[in-house]
């Protein structure tokens, strides 16, 4: 290379260099200094938002786990997404929606007039009689799906669309005289193609209804199905014998409900419509947890939804994933349909978090948070925490331990800390914490909206551990447990019910008996939803070591079972509350 003409060389002992042309930029800066960007953390920093349909940074800074990659599969079978609030299913699925948009179907429960359903009278009326509406709910379930998936892979968004996707349809399957029976059935609602989901919906329960009037007669036309009810006695004057045949002919109607043809449908679905790899296609079903129906009829709608994903994971090129919080999942009620639950549990994944996958996604979103905000040399959470040292220990475990090992609980922490950052250029022990109290509040609010449609009242329950000692003995977890029973006497507990029912073994026990057999539903109960660990060292070491990092006790997401059997009970020396918990509630460790 030839050198520039105006370049001055520079003599060294061994070699001669040039040094390089200077642009006026450049000149320019050696005149003046450029400024340098600052590090100081303002108040607005922050690494995203607790929910995922709101969180900015999802996308340039998601941490791709071993549940993602899974879901993505096409080989993955498992359509279920089980986990708390908080723990990420929703974040995975608008990963997925985004990566893979154009194969992607998103059914909005809120969309399906759910409430139009339970709140119609002629479902009251049927669940009055106690009669199972499974296969009505499936038939429901399916028949959406289906749509959803057709207007999809064919764009069915108009009466024309709709006609020529028929004659595709007509020429593939004409010579397959199985599968005329499929054909009848979409033509049976060909008029209802295109109509947004909530009105394919609303039609169908239309029709049933109209069944069952034509069934019952001119009792419920002339009475008004939502009068109508058998408690009591009589509802018509009928014998019971009169009243149990009515009940047999509503049941006949609600199990063919479209049943069979549906069925036919599913095939012609596997062999005809998703027909190859390259139509291959994801559904989307999340938010399930919503206030948006009656809370038995919504639990029979949600449990009938995973028996039809179950009997649709034998479509090659579809794959169903359904997200649902773990209490609404331990809440139902497979048994009603033979006693089911172990083949959706083994369809299922469970989310859970270690804290070296905390971590990484907090490194993920440190360094994300840092470019969007314009902070030089932050390339993972670390470079924002106060350094390790013997008196305080590790930042970030010190924060990671106050979580109940879920993503939310991290950012949330960690964005309260910066709120108390005061423009300096890493977080301080001062800062950290500041945050944990309104950390802990917080915490303790969000575990109380997670738990209550399970356990009405459960923040009565939470409250009575207000200045309890930082390592419970059984003596002391006792005497609470009792304090816990005798809310079923206050007449403004709304939890009385399961109360009851888990408190029943305290009310019957004599003083001899073992106090592990008497407490365990309870102990169950409050280690279930993550408040209480179990402690298996020495209480005295426990209780003499409150700041140190590694947690002694047994807590859910170590291990969610053990409190499950009686014999891990008996090895247990005292119990501790979550340290998310703590500050809210007083307790000093």
Same mark, same amino acid.
């Given at each position: 290379?030839?050198?520039?003409?105006?370049?001055?060389?520079?003599?060294?002992?061994?070699?001669?260099?040039?040094?390089?042309?200077?642009?006026?930029?450049?000149?320019?800066?050696?005149?003046?200094?450029?400024?340098?960007?600052?590090?100081?953390?303002?108040?607005?920093?922050?690494?995203?938002?607790?929910?995922?349909?709101?969180?900015?940074?999802?996308?340039?800074?998601?941490?791709?786990?071993?549940?993602?990659?899974?879901?993505?599969?096409?080989?993955?079978?498992?359509?279920?997404?089980?986990?708390?609030?908080?723990?990420?299913?929703?974040?995975?699925?608008?990963?997925?929606?985004?990566?893979?948009?154009?194969?992607?179907?998103?059914?909005?429960?809120?969309?399906?007039?759910?409430?139009?359903?339970?709140?119609?009278?002629? !479902? @009251?009326?049927?669940? &009055?009689?106690? $009669?199972? #509406?499974?296969? *009505?709910?499936?038939?429901?379930? =399916?028949?959406?799906?289906?749509?959803?998936?057709?207007?999809?892979?064919?764009?069915?968004?108009?009466?024309?669309?709709?006609?020529?996707?028929?004659?595709?349809?007509?020429?593939? !399957? @004409?010579?397959?005289? &199985?599968?005329? $029976?499929? #054909?009848?059935? *979409?033509?049976?609602?060909?008029? =209802?193609?295109?109509?947004?989901?909530?009105?394919?919906?609303?039609?169908?329960?239309?029709?049933?209804?109209?069944?069952?009037?034509?069934?019952?007669?001119?009792?419920?036309?002339?009475?008004?199905?939502?009068?109508?009810?058998?408690?009591?006695?009589?509802?018509?004057?009928?014998?019971?014998?009169?009243?149990?045949?009515?009940?047999?002919?509503?049941?006949?109607?609600?199990?063919?409900?479209?049943?069979?043809?549906?069925?036919?449908?599913?095939?012609?679905?596997?062999?005809?419509?998703?027909?190859?790899?390259?139509?291959?296609?994801?559904?989307?079903?999340?938010?399930?947890?919503?206030?948006?129906?009656?809370?038995?009829?919504?639990?029979?709608?949600?449990?009938?939804?995973?028996?039809?994903?179950?009997?649709?994971?034998?479509?090659?090129?579809?794959?169903?994933?359904?997200?649902?919080?773990?209490?609404?999942?331990?809440?139902?009620?497979?048994?009603?349909?033979?006693?089911?639950?172990?083949?959706?549990?083994?369809?299922?994944?469970?989310?859970?978090?270690?804290?070296?996958?905390?971590?990484?996604?907090?490194?993920?979103?440190?360094?994300?948070?840092?470019?969007?905000?314009?902070?030089?040399?932050?390339?993972?959470?670390?470079?924002?925490?106060?350094?390790?040292?013997?008196?305080?220990?590790?930042?970030?475990?010190?924060?990671?331990?106050?979580?109940?090992?879920?993503?939310?609980?991290?950012?949330?922490?960690?964005?309260?800390?910066?709120?108390?950052?005061?423009?300096?250029?890493?977080?301080?022990?001062?800062?950290?914490?500041?945050?944990?109290?309104?950390?802990?509040?917080?915490?303790?609010?969000?575990?109380?909206?997670?738990?209550?449609?399970?356990?009405?009242?459960?923040?009565?329950?939470?409250?009575?551990?207000?200045?309890?000692?930082?390592?419970?003995?059984?003596?002391?977890?006792?005497?609470?447990?009792?304090?816990?029973?005798?809310?079923?006497?206050?007449?403004?507990?709304?939890?009385?019910?399961?109360?009851?029912?888990?408190?029943?073994?305290?009310?019957?026990?004599?003083?001899?008996?073992?106090?592990?057999?008497?407490?365990?539903?309870?102990?169950?109960?409050?280690?279930?939803?993550?408040?209480?660990?179990?402690?298996?060292?020495?209480?005295?070491?426990?209780?003499?070591?409150?700041?140190?990092?590694?947690?002694?006790?047994?807590?859910?997401?170590?291990?969610?079972?053990?409190?499950?059997?009686?014999?891990?009970?008996?090895?247990?020396?005292?119990?501790?509350?979550?340290?998310?918990?703590?500050?809210?509630?007083?307790?000093?460790?």
């Amino acid at each position: 290379m030839r050198p520039h003409p105006h370049a001055t060389p520079l003599q060294t002992s061994d070699v001669t260099l040039e040094s390089p042309p200077l642009a006026s930029d450049d000149l320019w800066g050696y005149l003046v200094p450029r400024p340098v960007r600052s590090r100081r953390i303002r108040g607005e920093f922050n690494l995203g938002e607790e929910a995922a349909e709101f969180d900015g940074l999802l996308r340039e800074a998601f941490y791709e786990t071993w549940l993602y990659r899974a879901i993505v599969s096409p080989e993955d079978r498992k359509c279920f997404l089980i986990g708390r609030t908080g723990s990420g299913k929703s974040a995975c699925l608008r990963r997925l929606e985004e990566a893979h948009r154009e194969h992607t179907i998103r059914v909005n429960p809120e969309d399906l007039s759910l409430p139009y359903i339970t709140e119609l009278g002629v !479902i @009251k009326y049927l669940y &009055s009689l106690d $009669a199972h #509406l499974d296969s *009505l709910f499936i038939a429901l379930w =399916k028949h959406v799906l289906l749509i959803e998936i057709i207007k999809h892979r064919y764009k069915v968004d108009s009466a024309d669309a709709q006609r020529r996707f028929m004659d595709v349809l007509k020429d593939k !399957i @004409k010579r397959d005289r &199985s599968k005329r $029976a499929a #054909l009848a059935y *979409l033509e049976e609602f060909e008029g =209802k193609f295109w109509c947004e989901t909530d009105e394919r919906v609303k039609e169908i329960t239309r029709t049933f209804e109209n069944q069952i009037k034509a069934e019952s007669g001119a009792k419920i036309s002339a009475t008004g199905i939502g009068d109508l009810s058998i408690s009591g006695g009589d509802s018509y004057g009928e014998s019971l014998a009169e009243r149990t045949e009515l009940v047999n002919r509503f049941q006949r109607v609600v199990n063919e409900t479209q049943l069979p043809r549906l069925n036919k449908m599913m095939t012609v679905l596997n062999e005809d419509i998703l027909d190859s790899r390259q139509h291959f296609t994801y559904i989307i079903i999340d938010d399930l947890d919503r206030d948006w129906a009656d809370e038995k009829v919504g639990n029979d709608l949600i449990r009938c939804l995973f028996r039809a994903v179950f009997d649709l994971t034998r479509v090659e090129n579809l794959k169903v994933l359904v997200a649902l919080r773990t209490n609404i999942f331990e809440s139902l009620d497979f048994g009603r349909t033979g006693g089911q639950e172990e083949k959706f549990r083994a369809l299922s994944h469970r989310v859970a978090w270690s804290k070296d996958d905390l971590r990484e996604l907090l490194d993920n979103r440190a360094a994300a948070a840092a470019t969007r905000f314009d902070l030089d040399d932050i390339k993972c959470v670390a470079d924002i925490l106060p350094r390790t040292n013997r008196t305080m220990g590790d930042a970030l475990v010190h924060i990671l331990n106050r979580t109940l090992m879920r993503p939310r609980d991290a950012i949330a922490f960690l964005n309260k800390c910066f709120s108390y950052a005061n423009g300096k250029e890493k977080l301080t022990w001062k800062s950290i914490h500041a945050a944990e109290a309104t950390y802990s509040a917080n915490r303790l609010l969000a575990l109380r909206d997670e738990w209550k449609p399970t356990f009405p009242g459960i923040e009565r329950v939470l409250r009575i551990f207000t200045g309890s000692p930082y390592t419970l003995t059984w003596q002391q977890m006792s005497q609470r447990l009792v304090n816990c029973a005798l809310l079923t006497v206050e007449p403004d507990f709304a939890g009385t019910p399961w109360m009851k029912e888990l408190a029943a073994p305290l009310w019957s026990a004599s003083g001899s008996e073992d106090p592990t057999e008497v407490c365990q539903p309870l102990l169950r109960m409050l280690h279930n939803i993550g408040f209480i660990g179990c402690v298996t060292s020495t209480p005295e070491s426990v209780a003499t070591d409150g700041r140190q990092e590694d947690e002694p006790a047994i807590f859910n997401y170590d291990d969610p079972s053990f409190p499950d059997h009686i014999s891990n009970l008996r090895s247990v020396n005292g119990f501790v509350v979550h340290p998310a918990f703590r500050p809210a509630l007083d307790i000093q460790g």
